[in-house]
């Protein structure tokens, strides 16, 4: 599997993407192919058609149904960083998270909305490099079914 280009949404700033390819990641960044309004559902299309991983730090996005659908229907891949803590903390811990998010990666198919979750205090207390959880919040067939369902 050939390392994933990892799009970061205009909401976690301009420190957050920076720390990802100072760690090595590949990163695009809202800003450099959007206008700060175009609305979410129009560039979440855009850039499943990429192939790039999306993250964002909005954890409303899985119950906003524009946003949602562009997600599923184009066939992206959503990571949502869960917690609240200065956006270089929350790429420094997305970093540290770097193998589980991989193994999850290459495991998971698209479409997938996913949550990655900083580690807990006390491990961080032990290991300041300790890595966070990934979890997936949302698959395509558990979307599928409750659009059926909502019919």
Known sequence: M??????????????FPAILETAGFFVERHAAHFSHDTPDDQWLSVVAARGWIILTHDQRIRY?????DAVMANG????????????PDLARSFVASRHAVSRFLSRTPLPFIAKVHQPRPADRKKDPAASGTIELWLSASEWRRKRRSSR
Do not use: M, S, W
């Open 2 to 15: 050939t390392a994933p280009t990892f799009f970061t949404d205009r909401d976690l700033g301009k420190q």
């Open 76 to 87: 992206a891949g959503l990571i949502v960083l869960v917690g609240k803590a200065p956006f």
């Open 64 to 68: 906003k149904v524009n946003e949602r």
